[in-house]
């Protein structure tokens, strides 16, 4: 019994006795399900907790032999990496038999309820929900269940974890599948970059979206491409000429490369389509990122595991507060500090198509979500300059402080734009504090920023010399040049560097001025953020070294592989990545072990060696202990694991800090040079009086960051008590609480009432509606 590459594996079929194992319905209706980029996670997830079963399409439910199976770890084990089709999954009409509603019944999955992915299987699953008391009916009366039976069934209970690469399913932020789209999308720009910048060309590029202009916005967003085409915002009437013309001023200010990004559905005013045979279908398939990989647990709770915690623990189903047909929302992209549980509105995403074929493209915008929204509202400001109304009396600097990391670049970019925008005079300052010190500060323009949008590391140069060591000359050019606001882009040095400004107010006056802090850094240890610029490019690269580590022991049996991280103190690096890569362990400072928990890890390797999956992972975060060091690590596992399985080393070290920039931190680092700005630009004019600046209230410092799903500003002084200065580290860490579904993940025995699974939230048609997003 070959299906589906099962056959090599002892699977567990759940309950498939009495009713035979009849297979030719397979051979009808073609592929199972899940497929894409973005299920084998969720799958991962779900798998360890309930039941799973491949089929749950109303296509793949068709099944003449009841093709429900229990769930078993091994066969669900290492698909969090896998891109495509690993077990498929298939569009087509709402085919029902008998058997197929049947098994749900006989399954008590209409009590506990189900849980489905895909927009177009959610519309299918509203249907089925419709009519599910039709369903029982016909059962009743061919006497396949009694009346007793079809009462305790009465209600079907679904819960929806949305998978698209299109993002265009109203009531969430991010669907399973869009950032590994945007990855392969920006993998094709950047190499089209490179080949442009020697042949002097245009490139017209299209990507996946039939109905929305998610990918395109985001992937021009990112790549600073010179026109976009969405089809929520058609180009007026004449658009061929501007084009034509913008691209000739670019070409005449010496631009090598232009890029043109259009959606497959976009459209003109008239609803004719414009499109582009250039390159089609880049975004769908590959590797799924890291963000992809643990979207289903980037939180206190994972929309795999979450959802079927949430079955198992509803008790309000069929209640206004828990409608029978819900969908788990992640509401926020980095931050589950709130899972939201609300009415799944396929009639609300359905809306804004009906908008664009009725020309209300304003309002088709507008439904899409404030999200998307705010990327086109930006994309507008910076695609193209535009002369300020007026010249403003303000000075700015901006510089790098720290290691470097990926998205600085962007940040410049936009705050630069931003800035010449409104008004203000910008100078950039090469090599941190040390160059603010030495004058080393010019004046920049539009164009001098072009392209840094791709571009790893710092192109500003950046130190980790802090000010407490030249201060006085800092003074100085902050004097010589009438600098009045302060943007510093960099790690824990940045943090600490405007924190020893801010207290030396008192004895220099120069320094009452507005500053602004953009957290940039792969440990991700800045106080007063969730997630900082550079961190999703590490965890990527990190992911991406271990996928390789994992497949070179594809031919050795037997063998574990320890991995060192960077991050300082800071373990986000290691966990996160555990978590995307499913390694065994993972070590970090912030959760301390002791010999006895090395002992059980162990063990878990041998007894994992006595299965089919005869490797492991281990990860060790750089700084997690000052006596168990990765050698000793190294040493104790190939003792205790001698003839059973031996050990590897491999030290990631700066491996993580290189490379261009994710599409996440392209355009995190984007939003947030936008936002810090406009902060500053506002603070400065209500502290501007009589042709001078003073600001030394506690707010006029402060470090800007995404917390939970609000860009908040944190005055320094104030984030200085819950920072632990000794080990770099805020004294709160949201992503501890992933600690545990890494443990599950691994198949560790946890129980699921020790999972932090998050706070349910009701939504309703208004909090989607009215919510500002990010």
Same mark, same amino acid.
């Given at each position: 019994m070959v299906?589906?590459?099962?056959a090599?594996?002892?699977v567990?079929?759940h309950?498939?006795?009495?009713?035979?194992?009849?297979?030719?319905?397979?051979?009808?209706?073609?592929?199972?399900?899940?497929g894409?980029?973005?299920?084998?996670?969720?799958w991962?997830?779900?798998?360890?907790?309930?039941?799973?079963?491949?089929?749950?399409?109303?296509?793949?439910?068709?099944?003449?032999?009841?093709?429900? %199976?229990?769930?078993?770890?091994?066969?669900?084990?290492?698909?969090?990496?896998?891109?495509?089709?690993?077990?498929?999954?298939? &569009?087509?009409?709402?085919?029902?038999?008998?058997?197929?509603?049947?098994?749900?019944?006989?399954?008590?999955?209409a009590?506990?309820?189900?849980?489905?992915?895909?927009?177009?299987?959610?519309?299918?699953?509203?249907?089925?929900?419709?009519?599910?008391?039709?369903?029982?009916?016909?059962?009743?009366?061919d006497?396949?269940?009694?009346?007793?039976?079809?009462?305790?069934?009465?209600?079907?209970?679904?819960?929806?974890?949305?998978?698209?690469?299109?993002?265009?399913?109203?009531?969430?932020?991010?669907?399973?599948?869009?950032?590994?789209?945007?990855?392969?999308?920006?993998?094709?720009i950047?190499?089209?970059?490179?080949?442009?910048?020697?042949?002097?060309?245009?490139?017209?590029?299209?990507?996946?979206?039939?109905?929305?202009? %998610?990918?395109?916005?985001?992937?021009?967003?990112?790549?600073?491409?010179d026109?976009?085409?969405?089809?929520?915002?058609?180009?007026?009437?004449?658009?061929?000429?501007?084009?034509?013309?913008?691209?000739?001023?670019?070409?005449?200010?010496?631009?090598?490369?232009?890029?043109?990004?259009?959606a497959?559905g976009?459209?003109?005013r008239?609803?004719?389509?414009?499109s582009?045979?250039?390159?089609?279908?880049?975004?769908r398939?590959?590797?799924?990122?890291?963000?992809?990989?643990?979207?289903?647990?980037?939180?206190?709770?994972?929309?795999?595991?979450g959802?079927?915690?949430?079955?198992?623990?509803a008790?309000?189903?069929?209640?206004?507060?828990?409608?029978?047909?819900?969908?788990?929302? &992640?509401?926020?992209w980095?931050?589950?500090?709130?899972?939201?549980?609300?009415?799944?509105?396929?009639?609300?995403?359905?809306?804004?198509?009906?908008?664009?074929?009725?020309?209300?493209?304003?309002?088709?915008?507008?439904?899409?979500?404030?999200?998307?929204?705010?990327?086109?509202n930006? =994309?507008k400001?910076?695609?193209?300059?535009?002369?300020?109304?007026?010249?403003?009396?303000?000075?700015?600097?901006?510089?790098n402080?720290?290691?470097?990391?990926?998205?600085?670049?962007?940040?410049?970019?936009?705050?630069?734009?931003?800035?010449?925008?409104?008004?203000?005079?910008?100078?950039?300052?090469?090599?941190?504090?040390?160059?603010?010190?030495?004058?080393?500060?010019?004046?920049?323009?539009?164009?001098?920023?072009?392209?840094?949008l791709?571009?790893?590391?710092?192109?500003?140069?950046?130190?980790?010399?802090?000010?407490k060591?030249?201060?006085?000359k800092?003074?100085?050019?902050?004097?010589?040049?009438?600098?009045?606001?302060?943007?510093?882009?960099?790690?824990?040095?940045?943090?600490?560097?405007?924190l020893?400004?801010?207290?030396?107010?008192?004895?220099?006056?120069?320094l009452?001025?507005?500053?602004?802090?953009?957290?940039?850094?792969?440990?991700?240890?800045?106080?007063?953020?969730d997630?900082?610029?550079?961190?999703?490019?590490a965890?990527?690269?990190?992911?991406?070294?271990?996928?390789?580590?994992?497949?070179?022991?594809?031919?050795?049996? &037997?063998?574990?592989?320890?991995?060192e991280?960077?991050?300082?103190?800071?373990g986000?690096l290691?966990?996160?990545?555990?978590?995307?890569?499913g390694?065994?362990?993972? %070590?970090?400072?912030?959760?301390?072990?002791?010999?006895?928990?090395?002992?059980?890890?162990?063990?878990?390797?041998?007894?994992?060696?006595?299965?089919?999956?005869?490797?492991?992972?281990?990860?060790?975060?750089?700084?997690?202990?000052?006596? %168990?060091?990765?050698?000793?690590?190294?040493?104790?596992?190939s003792?205790?694991g001698?003839?059973?399985?031996?050990?590897?080393?491999?030290?990631?070290?700066?491996l993580?800090?290189g490379?261009?920039?994710?599409?996440?931190d392209?355009? =995190?680092?984007?939003?947030?040079?936008?936002?810090?700005?406009?902060?500053?630009?506002?603070?400065?004019e209500?502290? =501007?009086?009589?042709?001078?600046?003073?600001?030394?209230?506690?707010?006029?410092?402060?470090?800007?960051?995404?917390?939970?799903?609000?860009?908040?500003?944190?005055?320094?002084?104030?984030?200085?008590?819950?920072?632990?200065?000794?080990?770099?580290?805020?004294?709160?860490?949201?992503?501890l609480?992933?600690?545990?579904?890494?443990?599950?993940?691994?198949?560790?025995?946890?129980s699921?009432?020790?999972?932090?699974?998050?706070?349910?939230?009701?939504?309703?048609?208004?909090?989607?509606?009215?919510?500002?997003?990010?």
């Amino acid at each position: 019994m070959v299906w589906c590459g099962m056959a090599m594996y002892d699977v567990v079929w759940h309950s498939m006795g009495q009713y035979g194992m009849v297979w030719h319905s397979i051979a009808w209706y073609g592929t199972v399900w899940c497929g894409m980029a973005r299920y084998g996670a969720v799958w991962r997830g779900m798998a360890q907790y309930g039941t799973a079963w491949h089929s749950m399409t109303w296509c793949g439910m068709v099944w003449h032999s009841m093709a429900w %199976y229990g769930a078993v770890w091994l066969v669900w084990h290492g698909v969090a990496r896998r891109g495509t089709v690993w077990c498929s999954k298939a &569009r087509c009409g709402a085919v029902w038999h008998s058997v197929a509603w049947y098994g749900v019944v006989w399954h008590g999955m209409a009590q506990h309820g189900t849980v489905w992915c895909g927009m177009a299987h959610l519309t299918g699953a509203d249907i089925f929900r419709s009519e599910w008391g039709e369903l029982l009916e016909e059962l009743v009366q061919d006497g396949q269940i009694s009346e007793e039976v079809a009462q305790e069934n009465s209600r079907l209970n679904i819960v929806g974890l949305v998978g698209s690469i299109d993002n265009d399913f109203c009531g969430t932020d991010m669907t399973i599948g869009t950032d590994s789209a945007l990855h392969r999308i920006m993998e094709v720009i950047d190499a089209i970059t490179t080949t442009a910048q020697s042949h002097q060309q245009t490139f017209v590029l299209e990507v996946m979206g039939r109905h929305c202009g %998610y990918l395109a916005l985001v992937s021009g967003l990112a790549s600073g491409a010179d026109w976009l085409f969405i089809p929520e915002s058609p180009p007026e009437d004449g658009w061929e000429d501007l084009m034509c013309e913008r691209l000739g001023e670019t070409r005449s200010r010496g631009s090598r490369l232009n890029i043109i990004i259009i959606a497959e559905g976009a459209i003109d005013r008239s609803g004719k389509p414009i499109s582009s045979n250039y390159v089609k279908d880049v975004s769908r398939g590959g590797t799924p990122s890291a963000f992809d990989r643990v979207l289903v647990g980037f939180g206190r709770g994972n929309m795999g595991s979450g959802g079927v915690t949430l079955q198992k623990g509803a008790g309000g189903w069929g209640t206004p507060l828990l409608p029978s047909l819900c969908l788990l929302q &992640r509401t926020c992209w980095l931050r589950g500090g709130s899972d939201r549980l609300g009415p799944a509105v396929p009639g609300r995403t359905k809306d804004v198509q009906k908008a664009m074929d009725e020309k209300r493209f304003e309002e088709a915008i507008q439904l899409r979500g404030r999200s998307f929204e705010n990327n086109w509202n930006i =994309y507008k400001l910076l695609a193209h300059q535009k002369p300020a109304q007026e010249k403003s009396p303000f000075s700015l600097a901006i510089l790098n402080v720290g290691a470097p990391a990926a998205g600085m670049n962007a940040a410049v970019r936009s705050a630069v734009r931003i800035s010449i925008c409104q008004g203000h005079t910008i100078y950039a300052v090469s090599d941190g504090f040390e160059g603010l010190a030495k004058g080393q500060i010019r004046e920049v323009g539009w164009h001098d920023v072009a392209g840094w949008l791709g571009r790893g590391g710092s192109m500003l140069g950046t130190k980790r010399t802090l000010p407490k060591t030249c201060m006085e000359k800092i003074v100085e050019n902050v004097r010589k040049f009438n600098i009045q606001g302060l943007l510093v882009i960099g790690g824990f040095e940045a943090y600490e560097g405007v924190l020893q400004l801010v207290e030396a107010r008192g004895q220099y006056e120069e320094l009452c001025i507005i500053m602004c802090v953009i957290p940039a850094t792969i440990s991700n240890n800045v106080p007063g953020t969730d997630f900082s610029l550079g961190s999703d490019t590490a965890v990527n690269a990190a992911m991406e070294s271990c996928d390789r580590i994992k497949q070179s022991a594809s031919g050795t049996k &037997r063998r574990v592989f320890i991995v060192e991280t960077m991050g300082g103190y800071c373990g986000y690096l290691s966990t996160v990545t555990g978590i995307a890569v499913g390694a065994d362990a993972a %070590y970090v400072y912030e959760d301390p072990f002791t010999i006895h928990d090395l002992k059980a890890n162990v063990e878990h390797l041998t007894d994992k060696m006595k299965t089919d999956i005869q490797r492991g992972l281990v990860l060790r975060n750089e700084k997690c202990h000052e006596h %168990y060091t990765t050698e000793f690590l190294y040493n104790l596992y190939s003792s205790e694991g001698k003839g059973i399985f031996d050990c590897r080393i491999n030290v990631l070290g700066h491996l993580q800090q290189g490379g261009a920039p994710t599409p996440f931190d392209r355009n =995190y680092g984007t939003k947030l040079g936008v936002k810090a700005v406009l902060w500053m630009s506002e603070k400065l004019e209500e502290v =501007y009086c009589k042709g001078r600046v003073f600001a030394n209230s506690d707010d006029s410092a402060c470090v800007i960051g995404l917390r939970k799903k609000v860009v908040a500003f944190s005055p320094v002084t104030e984030l200085k008590k819950v920072t632990d200065f000794e080990h770099r580290l805020p004294q709160e860490q949201w992503w501890l609480n992933l600690r545990l579904m890494l443990k599950m993940l691994a198949n560790y025995q946890i129980s699921l009432t020790e999972y932090i699974s998050g706070k349910m939230e009701h939504v309703t048609r208004r909090t989607l509606s009215i919510e500002k997003g990010f």
